[in-house]
């Protein structure tokens, strides 16, 4: 049987890990909500390759990683994977990712409204399936290990993310020295390219 790592006192969750065939599931203790559900999926676990999904509670999915695409999702394939690939716009084929490459979501729970965020702590790379219709999440990941972080909201999205980014230090504000003018290198080919791009800063 499972048992809950410790401390665990008054925990916002439960865990029910199902053996055949292996399912988990993860409720929210208040309202009895579905979080995270694996039992419509598959779950390929093997030396190269992880594959695993889950149900989401709703529609309103955002997050994972960096898009330059509609606020929603639409239906389709996404790749998580920084390989500085700039002006690619993600429309769901794969393989069209940009720089980012943070594989954490928000989703709004169906009955409650409540917000939960679940973060795949992970740095490989790694394909998504979004099926906008029947509100679902499939993962695709190359050689790794599976490590869910779930924190718990409630009717404020601001809620959950102050927990989020208290569990990952929150983030740095550039120093003043770094706002401003920057330069590229795409576009700059030869000297006089250079020399033009100093002679324009310098005036």
């Known amino acids: 049987p499972y048992t809950k790592p410790s401390p665990m006192n008054n925990p916002a969750y439960d865990v029910i890990v199902e053996k055949d065939p292996f399912n988990i599931i993860v409720k929210r203790l208040a309202t009895r909500e579905t979080v995270f559900n694996t039992s419509l999926f598959d779950f390929v676990y093997s030396d190269y390759y992880l594959s695993f999904g889950t149900k989401l509670p709703s529609k309103y999915l955002y997050g994972l990683g960096e898009r330059r695409r509609s606020f929603m999702y639409d239906s389709g394939l996404y790749t998580i994977w920084n390989k500085d690939q700039y002006a690619q716009i993600d429309w769901g084929q794969g393989s069209q990712q940009t720089y980012g490459s943070h594989p954490m ?72 020295w770094a706002h401003g003018y920057h330069q590229s290198k795409y576009g700059v080919l030869y000297l006089n390219d250079l020399v033009d791009v100093v002679s324009n800063f310098t005036a």
């Open 105 to 176: 979501y928000m989703i709004r729970e169906g009955a409650s409204g409540f917000w939960d965020v679940v973060y795949l702590r992970n740095s490989n790379a790694m394909d998504f399936r979004v099926d906008s219709q029947a509100e679902t999440l499939q993962f695709f990941l190359t050689v790794s290990i599976i490590d869910l972080k779930f924190f718990f909201g409630y009717t404020f999205p601001e809620d959950v993310l102050k927990l989020y980014h208290t569990y990952i230090n929150g983030w740095s504000l550039m120093p003043f």
